[in-house]
């Protein structure tokens, strides 16, 4: 199984740009790169996914490597309602899609 | 509607009780999950649903059944639960296969277990 492997934590200050990595070594050619987001209480979140190419949408960036052995998640301007636990997967061709540990985003005023 | 709502919020059950989980999802999504997670754990996969058909089931132990009898419903059925099978249980849904918006799992708030 394509693995995922994220720093366990990682801190911001609010309003400035979070980098969120992942690497993915393993991923195979039909792989799509997801990620998630789980807040406190909540049940996860969908942040952002990508194939090849790099990504933006209203809530972040995605920026995927060259050989797509790895990735970045990127939040423009952390806010304290962006603390929570990102999770960066890879979602396979038959709808498989399995959490790797995760990184907690602390977000500082 | 990118609602997935799961009943009930919160369960306890004894080792000997037979119970149900319920997912519900109106979005047309042909694809549903179970998964399970321990606290300050990620979510681990279950069971995988695809038109109605059981596509994954990860060796999870018979104590815990799935059934999806339509499109928009998906149980869990529970039976002579172990204390350590205490945690949340998630149920997500998405389109079936590749590409685009058809990806998107979206997640209801989970049903919180706790066996005694």
């Known amino acids: 199984d394509a693995k995922t492997t994220q720093p366990n934590s990682m801190e911001s200050n609010e309003e400035e740009p979070v980098h969120l990595p992942c690497n993915h070594s393993t991923i195979s050619g039909t792989d799509y790169i997801h990620w998630y987001r789980q807040l406190p209480s909540q049940g996860p979140e969908y942040v952002i996914h990508g194939l090849t190419s790099n990504v933006n949408n209203r809530m972040a960036s995605l920026a995927i490597a060259e050989d797509r052995k790895s990735s970045t998640l990127i939040l423009h301007r952390a806010t304290l309602r962006d603390a929570a636990v990102y999770y960066c997967i890879l979602r396979r061709y038959n709808n498989d899609m399995r959490f790797g540990a995760g990184t907690r985003l602390t977000v500082k005023p | 509607d990118t609602e997935v709502t799961q009943t009930p919020k919160h369960l306890v059950m004894g080792m000997t009780n037979k119970k149900s989980l319920k997912c519900e999802q109106h979005m047309g999504h042909r694809a549903m999950y179970w998964y399970k997670q321990k606290a300050k754990k990620p979510p681990e996969l279950m069971f995988v649903y695809s038109y109605e058909k059981l596509s994954i089931n990860e060796s999870v132990p018979s104590r815990f059944s799935p059934e999806c009898p339509n499109s928009s419903l998906l149980n869990l059925h529970l039976h002579a639960l172990q204390p350590e099978d205490s945690a949340l249980y998630l149920c997500?849904?998405?389109?079936?296969?590749?590409?685009?918006?058809?990806?998107?799992?979206?997640f209801g708030a989970g049903t919180r277990l706790s066996v005694l």
């Open positions: 997500a849904s998405s389109q079936v296969g590749l590409g685009g918006a058809k990806n998107i799992q979206y």
